[in-house]
Structures are given as structure tokens and as C-alpha cells.
């Protein structure tokens, strides 16, 4: 019991000096170990002195080894650092009770993983984790995703979110968001959170099995010209494919929508899945389908039809970019294989006075 005990104090110990910290303990432990080294360098010259006068011979003091001037400045210096330092650590810890980060985490498909993502992300954050799970997972091994019940917990996402933070100053407040789930969600999701101060997206990583942040190298793949513009003018509403992480089969969109809807293209050259891990390529990604938005607009597009296959970070990405008061009116499209329309529903973006809706095909 007592073995254990002490195990268990020492392990913590060591956690708590060794794992990356603040200034405060970087101070503290510098000073600490200042005055252990002039002390142990003061009684290692005191025993030496001895032997030289012949025969061994121990014994213990202040300032008896080293010129006594000399162990004042060390030990002096290793105590002023040890109070500088407890006094940041003071500090920091009253600034680290104020901070908050509140990791969202969606699960919204069959192959959600269960593994919490609120311990797992930004790990260089010190103060008060909260975790805000969505979870609108199809119930049944065949059942398809839930329309209803997804656009009602998607949308309390902003109310609950608020009740985690209120108190705080939003310079203090951090968001987390990820997870995994129907497109049309992680959109709507984006453009929720797009006025949140500071936000960290996330995304499952499914060689390593773990919570990974957007934190790779950028392979400098970007998107090809738009593809299929309409003329100025020919026509109010399109339907805009974004192929990112697959490629979306032509006769799926053909049968899920009117003929008389032009199809524009917003394509990588080779999608491929997994390989949108950097922040750079994320943000120019986001980037070139907000212009690409922008030319529907300035041809007169009013409503865009969005048919997106992409990661589940880049798909909130790409919602935290959509500018719900500039751009045209958006239906974000879910895909079910399988169906007569395999794309048979879509959610209606929220516009100023309007909330988000369920749209039929």
C-alpha cells in the first residue's frame, strides 16, 4: 500500500516536472536546481580540501568550500529565480482558470469512432476543457441518416456552445470542432461556428485510428479552374460539385436533380482520401471555392445546388468560408449509395432572418 503510494506520488511528480510547462516552472526548476548544484559544489570542494590534508574526513556547512562570495551570488541567483518563478506560476495559473476550449465533436455516421476527442486535441492548451458531443448517429445497422434529428442537433450547437463560454471573455475562449458525419452537418457546422474568435479543426485519422489535427505538410495540390460556368445571365440557380476526396459520379447528380440545372465543376486533378492534413492546402482550398462562388454570384447564380465530397474538416472549412449574407442562397446535398436519387435530401444554408431547413429532391 505504502509502495504504492509513493509510486504514485513519485510518477506524478515527474509527470508534472518533465512534461512541456510554462515559463513559471521552467524558472522553478532552473532555481531549484542552481541551489542544489552550488550546494552540492560547495560540499564536493569542502571534502576534497580534506583529503589533501590526509585521510578522509566529512563534513557539512555553508560556504566553508567555495569562496564564500561566490556560493552568495549562485544560491542568491537560484532563490531570485525561484520566487520570479512562483510568482509567474501564480500568474499563469489565474490566467489558465480564465481560459476555456470547448471541443465539438460530431458523430454522425455508422463508423463514428467513440474514442473522446476533448483530451485528445490541441494538447499545448493549459486551463478548463469542455466537451460539446453531437451525436445524431443512425440507429439500426442499415438505417440511413436521420435528416430530422440531425438539423436538430446540428442547430443547438450554437446555444449550447454559448452556455459552455458565458462568463468568459472571448479572448479567452477557444473551439475544437470535428468529428465525423454527413456532409450537409459539417457545412451547416462551419457556418454556425464562422464567428467564433478562434477555432482548431480536427479530423480522424483513419491509418493511425486517432484524433489528428490539420498540422501536415502541404503538398501544394489545389483545385483546377471551375469547369462548366454558365454564361452571364442563362440562369439563376446551379448546381456546384466539389470533388476534393473522391470523385462524384456524373449519373448520380443527373438523377437526383432537374436536367434543366447546369453542372459546374470545382475539381482536384487525382482525388484522393487522407490527404488533406495541412492547414495551408486547407485554407487555399477553401479560398478557390470562394471564388468560385463568387463568379456564380457575379453571373447571377441566386441559389447554388452544393454537392461536396470532402474530408470532414475541409467540409466545415469550406462552411466556415460560405458568407451567408454575400452569397447566393446554398442546399448542401447528403449522398446515399444505393438509391433511385442518391443524393435525396440537402439542407437549406441559413440566410439573414432564416434558419436552416430540409430540402427533397
Known sequence: MLKQLAYTII????????????????????????????????????????VKEGGWSFSFGAGEGLPFWLTLVFAGAGL??????????????RRERRRRLVVIEMRGLHASPDTPAVDKVVPTFRGDRRHLL?????????????????????????????????????????????????????????MLIDDESLVHLYDWDRSTKCWRAIDGADDSVRFLPIEGLPSAGATSEAILV???????????????????????????ETPLADRFWSEQKQAALAAQFRDAVQQLSAIGVRKLHLVVAAPASLSVRLGMSYDRRLFPDAVVYQFEKGLSKPYPWGLQMPTVGSSAAIIQT
Open 242 to 268: 466539389v470533388e476534393a476526396s473522391y470523385t462524384v459520379n456524373q449519373a448520380d447528380v443527373t438523377a437526383s436533380f432537374t436536367s434543366s440545372l447546369p453542372v459546374v465543376r470545382l475539381r482536384i
Open 134 to 190: 453531437l451525436d445524431f448517429r443512425p440507429q439500426g445497422q442499415d438505417a440511413r441518416v436521420d435528416s430530422g434529428y440531425l438539423l436538430e442537433r446540428v442547430s443547438s450547437m450554437k446555444g449550447t456552445l454559448q452556455s459552455l463560454v458565458d462568463g468568459a471573455d472571448k479572448r479567452d475562449v477557444q473551439v475544437a470542432i470535428g468529428g465525423l458525419a454527413a456532409v450537409p452537418a459539417l457545412f451547416l457546422a462551419g
Open 11 to 50: 510518477t506524478r511528480l515527474l509527470d508534472w516536472f518533465t512534461r512541456p510547462r510554462s515559463a513559471g516552472v521552467t524558472l522553478l526548476k532552473y532555481g531549484t536546481g542552481l541551489v542544489i548544484v552550488t550546494a552540492g559544489a560547495d560540499f564536493a570542494v569542502q571534502i576534497s580540501r580534506q
Open 80 to 93: 531570485l529565480l525561484v520566487v520570479i518563478g512562483a510568482i509567474v506560476l501564480v500568474a499563469e495559473h
